[in-house]
């Protein structure tokens, strides 16, 4: 068997085995209160084990031809289904736009002009990182963009490169929405607006023709569960390494 024949076999495992070591090194990383911390918020959080175990599940469930059968169908719905305004077409496009890296860039300048240079830098941090642990999953998972298997997609804008399993704009968008929460603890119809927002987001990633309606509600739980965990390191991790 040729090397490249060993890497095609072994390639998922590979990928998982190096996702779970960065994972580990990033934890090994931060200070010994940021991991108690840590540790503290999953005994008392089930939430959180919950939203890993949902995750899990739905990138499990990739394997399964009836699911992937569902996941199509609802994705012609949103991506062809019913009218489409060019006025639509432009405003979606405009939404999708949110979950970009640029959008978190703006957002973390506003913040340093606003006198959070701290949030801030846990902004473009949480972003990079998240970035890096979505392009992981995305290597394992090796789900190809609905372009390329469905016939008749309608892509807006340019067709996006790399994978499709999860979202990568809607994992940013649900973490920027869960870590503002939890750094400003806005009402409860702010909140509804916020993840409004992202949901919409997610739904603008479907109407563009860039992801599979699992793919967005994985990277709505990995953002939700990043944003989370971005809070609870906050008083220790961010502040041992930025001051």
């Known amino acids: 068997m040729s090397v490249v024949s060993q890497w095609r076999t072994y390639r998922r495992a590979i990928l998982l085995g190096a996702l779970v070591a960065g994972l580990l090194i990033l934890f090994a990383l931060l200070p010994e209160e940021a991991r108690t911390a840590l540790f503290k918020a999953f005994r008392v959080r089930g939430s959180l084990v919950g939203m890993i175990l949902l995750f899990a599940a739905v990138s499990l469930s990739l394997v399964w031809s009836a699911g992937q059968r569902l996941d199509a169908r609802v994705f012609m719905h ?54 890096l642990v979505v392009e992981s999953v995305k290597a394992v998972t090796d789900r190809a963009r609905p372009f390329h298997v469905l016939e008749g997609t309608r892509v807006l804008g340019w067709r996006e490169t790399g994978r499709s399993f999860p979202s990568g704009h809607t994992a940013q968008t649900f973490f920027l929405v869960a ?17 409004f927002v992202a949901a919409l987001v997610g739904l603008t990633r479907v109407y563009v023709g860039a992801h599979y309606p699992r793919d967005v509600l994985g990277g709505a739980l990995l953002g939700t ?19």
């Open 179 to 195: 870590l503002m929460e939890h750094r400003f603890h806005p009402g409860v119809a702010v909140v509804v607006g916020l993840y």
């Open 78 to 131: 949103f991506n062809l289904g019913g009218h489409r305004a060019k006025g639509l077409d432009r405003l979606m496009w405009l939404a999708t736009q949110l979950g970009s890296f640029g959008a978190a860039t703006l957002l973390a300048a506003l913040l340093v002009w606003a006198r959070y240079p701290r949030l801030a830098t846990e902004t473009i941090l949480g972003t990079l990182t998240l970035w």
């Open 225 to 243: 569960l990043w944003g989370i965990l971005a809070s609870v390191v906050d008083p220790y991790g961010f502040h041992h390494w930025t001051r």
